[in-house]
């Protein structure tokens, strides 16, 4: 167990809606990280946060959006969903943004667009 | 963009062998990073290796980071059934990691 907590652990939405997946970072931790793990891109990181605000931005799509609330936990939304964004998405959280932390994984959010 | 590629993309291999897994890059990192992934979890850190040349050990587990850092290999000996996983390589910053393609390790008895 990582300490990370992810909710839900599996959606089923059909195109065109939006979900909304949520982290709670590990005890501590000011860094959340979205990561988004599908069979033909591999594992690629989103976004990050740090204290409540953005810090960092990676191949995360208009449609998505995320933020970090003053209690630290994060939600990462996903809207005008297309059948392409079927994928595990996972939140990773560290102590700080500095280089070198170790960032720790949650189990991941199923999401299944139908 | 920095990419990273590991081979190979899938392995199955007996208990007791020993192999070897590659991630390489055109690009320099700082550092790298080796991940194990199992099916319902996220990837779990397990070593990180920041000078090039570098070897570190972890019980069964070698890893090596390429002089001029922009490959490593991991090598486990004597692979057990409970080493089957997902293994990811990865480099870059905690703020925008990349990761490798992957290597999917099945260890069977």
């Known amino acids: 167990d990582s300490g990370v907590t992810q909710t839900p652990k599996h959606l089923i939405t059909a195109t065109g809606q939006r979900v909304t997946l949520r982290c709670s970072p590990r005890?501590?931790?000011?860094?959340v990280y979205w990561y988004q793990q599908s069979l033909d891109q591999g594992l690629q990181f989103l976004i990050q946060?740090?204290?409540?605000?953005?810090?960092a931005k990676g191949n995360i799509l208009e449609r998505f959006s995320a933020q970090q609330f003053p209690d630290l936990h994060s939600e990462l939304n996903l809207s005008s969903l297309e059948l392409g964004d079927s994928a595990l998405y996972f939140c990773?959280?560290?102590?700080?943004?500095?280089?070198?932390?170790?960032?720790?994984f949650g189990e991941g959010s199923w999401l299944t667009v139908v | 963009t920095q990419l990273l590629e590991q081979s190979p993309q899938f392995l199955s291999i007996q208990e007791g062998e020993n192999l070897t897994v590659y991630c390489n890059s055109s690009?320099?990192?700082?550092?790298l990073q080796w991940y194990r992934q199992e099916p319902g979890e996220g990837p779990v850190l397990l070593v990180t290796?920041?000078?090039?040349?570098e070897v570190k050990k972890l019980k069964r587990l070698t890893f090596q980071f390429g002089d001029a850092r922009k490959d490593s290999s991991l090598h486990i000996t004597a692979a057990q059934p409970g080493d089957t996983g997902l293994y990811l390589c990865?480099?870059?910053?905690?703020?925008?990691?990349?990761f490798g393609t992957g290597t999917r390790l099945q260890v069977t008895l």
């Open positions: 990773a959280s560290s102590i700080s943004a500095v280089p070198g932390n170790t960032i720790y």
């Open positions: 005890s501590g931790d000011l860094s």
């Open positions: 946060y740090y204290n409540g605000e953005e810090r």
């Open positions: 690009s320099v990192f700082s550092s």
């Open positions: 290796v920041v000078t090039g040349g």
């Open positions: 990865a480099g870059g910053t905690a703020s925008k990691l990349t």
